[in-house]
């Protein structure tokens, strides 16, 4: 079930202080939009459109890439609405469609809803679209006038529930059970209408661009990785692979909260589903006291939206830091340390580019400036980049504890497989692919290639 936060204002804060998190206020939409469009106002549409029921009038262009992202959408909805008895969608094509690209659109989305074709433009002036789609709620009133109850200026892509809970005059209504009773996910931009300031932060978050690092592998069909960058996963009304369009890719907020409907208050913690997907194969020392203040729910609160922008192009184009692929504080003991136990291994190193990484620098001339030596030496702690070069295990050059993390507890305890990185088994992109980009950057190293780079520093583990 969902968590409905039925929590007071100060305590609210307090939890969201014990987290790590921005002040900010929970659900700040809600009464904004259960309460609807604030002024009531008719318009007199053109004597083509006839409004007999409550009428969604979705303004489109069949060749528009974010019509199209919302067409089945629109569809199900309809569906939904003719059911129920509760009204209809209404397309309205722009001047430049024609019969051939709206029979592709209707065959490609599966449309039976009524489509109009606004040829002189009087239906677009009357509701008063400048773009695509735009969708607006009406209903009739007398002759050709109509209501406005809602508008969505732009549509996007989620806003299905919003509007069938306008249509059906109980916005609460779309918390009901699916069918057969099951649970109902909505998607988080549907989540967001209410949840302003938590949806803006979330858009912040590695979550919210799961998808895409599947895309960039093009790994949206492997078994193996869709599971923990969908929501929903194998859930009733969760996710479904053969829904091209879902709304439900992504981390969202349903994947940790459960499903939207019933929205009942009834209390999940939220922290109990993280660690189904940050494990040992796909996280580093995964810790919740270390996670959960990176999904701050209000962190957008008070950043400017050159700041949100900024941080929301990192994360598309895969530059954001990735925090949860850290290693735990420690001491870096030297490459000689290993040695001992690891022989093979050690042996390998020095064989390998790694090991040689400082001497790289030096043909440079850049032997000596700590930003360069940052990729080619290890530290002698873990954690931030030492500014100094006494920080460096400046001979090691690259040695095993910049890809194993720090190897203190491990020498102590004369082995284990608790308190070092083994990365043999760990996901090759989640973890070991995220350790080496640390260094092979775009910038850096544009050419960099994991598939092509392993070999080259391959060792067996004893």
Not at 32 to 38: D, E, L
Request: glycine share 10%; net charge negative.
């Amino acid at each position: 079930m969902v968590v409905a936060l039925a929590v007071g204002a100060a305590a609210a804060v307090a939890a969201d202080a014990e987290r790590g998190w921005t002040d900010g206020t929970v659900a700040v939409d809600a009464g904004k939009i259960i309460a609807g469009h604030p002024d009531t106002q008719t318009i007199e549409l053109p004597k083509a459109v006839k409004v007999v029921e409550p009428t969604v009038l979705v303004y489109f262009s069949p060749t528009c890439p974010h019509c199209m992202a919302v067409a089945a959408e629109l569809q199900g909805l309809h569906e939904r609405l003719q059911a129920g008895g509760w009204g209809r969608v209404l397309g309205i094509a722009s001047s430049r469609s024609t019969p051939d690209t709206l029979a592709t659109f209707r065959e490609a989305y599966g449309i039976t809803f009524d489509i109009l074709t606004d040829t002189d433009r009087s239906i677009a002036s009357a509701m008063a679209v400048r773009s695509t789609p735009n969708a607006m709620l009406v209903r009739p009133v007398k002759g050709r006038q109509v209501e406005i109850l809602d508008l969505w200026y732009p549509y996007v892509p989620g806003l299905a529930p919003l509007v069938e809970g306008r249509a059906r005059g109980n916005i609460m209504a779309v918390f009901e059970p699916g069918p057969e009773g099951q649970e109902r996910y909505l998607g988080t931009t549907y989540c967001g209408t209410c949840h302003g300031q938590e949806h803006q932060s979330w858009q912040l978050t590695h979550h919210a661009v799961a998808w895409r690092t599947l895309q960039r592998k093009d790994s949206t069909t492997d078994p193996a990785c869709v599971g923990c960058h969908v929501t929903g996963h194998e859930q009733p009304g969760g996710w479904n692979p053969d829904d091209v369009d879902s709304v439900l890719v992504d981390v969202g907020c349903e994947a940790c909260h459960g499903p939207g409907g019933p929205h009942d208050g009834q209390r999940v913690e939220a922290s109990t589903t993280c660690e189904g997907c940050h494990d040992d194969k796909h996280s580093i020392a995964f810790e919740l006291a270390t996670a959960v203040p990176l999904i701050d729910h209000f962190a957008a609160v008070g950043m400017s939206d050159e700041q949100r922008k900024e941080r929301r192009m990192a994360l598309f184009d895969g530059s954001a830091p990735q925090e949860l692929v850290q290693f735990p504080s420690g001491t870096n003991v030297g490459a000689a340390k290993c040695l001992s136990c690891h022989p093979t291994e050690h042996a390998a190193w020095l064989e390998g580019p790694h090991s040689k990484a400082m001497h790289t620098l030096k043909a440079d001339d850049k032997h000596k400036e700590p930003g360069c030596v940052r990729c080619h030496a290890t530290a002698k702690q873990a954690g931030p980049a030492p500014t100094e070069l006494a920080g460096f295990h400046l001979l090691d050059s690259v040695g095993c504890e910049s890809c194993h993390g720090p190897g203190e507890a491990h020498v102590a305890a004369e082995g284990g497989t608790d308190n070092i990185e083994g990365l043999g088994d760990d996901c090759p992109v989640c973890v070991i692919e995220a350790v080496c980009t640390s260094c092979h950057t775009a910038e850096m190293d544009p050419d960099w290639n994991l598939d092509e780079a392993l070999p080259k520093v391959k060792h067996g583990a004893k």
